[in-house]
């Protein structure tokens, strides 16, 4: 092996060793970069002369990182998951917190909204507005109206409500 190659491996080593830790991260490497050794070779540099990533690690007798931590779904907190699971232990274990607590997300037909836009449009006097529907505290929300329809405007003309709001005048 060249001593260019033997120099980026050493160099790959010694940003492990920072790490206090037998895998190095790409991250972990620009960092240690950045922070600790400007001088240290580019990525591309070991790209170049050692090839892909893991093949780097394997020849400086490092390992990938295995499991990457992710956030916690309900409180944020980063956690490794095991078994495909989206919330830390801390919240899993919380008697306060369970999964089917949480109100499912509704799929709701182009029927049903229309339904609760009518519906609507008979409480509301004049203009069927973002803001006055969410007054009336109705579902589905305005967001999954629009997600829907493309647009507030494009789920009135469908529910057949449009001109109402455009010929509606203040008294």
């Known amino acids: 092996m060249d001593e260019k190659k033997q120099q980026l491996i050493k160099n ?28 240290a070779p580019t990525l591309m540099s070991i ?16 390992s990938q990182q295995e499991m990457r931590q992710i956030r916690c779904g309900r409180c944020g907190k980063r956690f490794d998951p095991q078994n495909d699971q989206n919330y830390c232990i801390d919240c899993v274990n919380d008697p306060k917190f369970s999964k089917g607590s949480r109100r499912a997300s509704k799929k709701y037909t182009e029927e049903e909204i229309i339904s609760v836009l009518h519906e609507a449009a008979s409480l509301i006097e004049g203009s069927i507005t973002i803001p006055a529907y969410e007054e009336l505290k109705l579902h589905p929300c305005t967001t999954t109206i629009r997600n829907h329809f493309g647009s507030w405007s494009n789920a009135l003309k469908k529910a057949g409500l449009y001109k109402r709001c455009l010929s509606y005048k203040e008294k």
Do not use: M, V
């Not at 037998?22 to 050794?37: D, E, I, K, P, V």
């Not at 090839?51 to 490092?62: F, S, V």
């Open 12 to 39: 790959l080593q010694q940003a492990a060793n920072h790490f206090k830790s037998n895998t190095l991260t790409r991250s972990q490497y620009l960092r240690y970069q950045s922070n600790y050794a400007t001088d």
């Open 47 to 62: 790209y170049n002369n050692l090839g892909k990533w893991k093949d780097a690690l394997e020849l400086a007798g490092l």
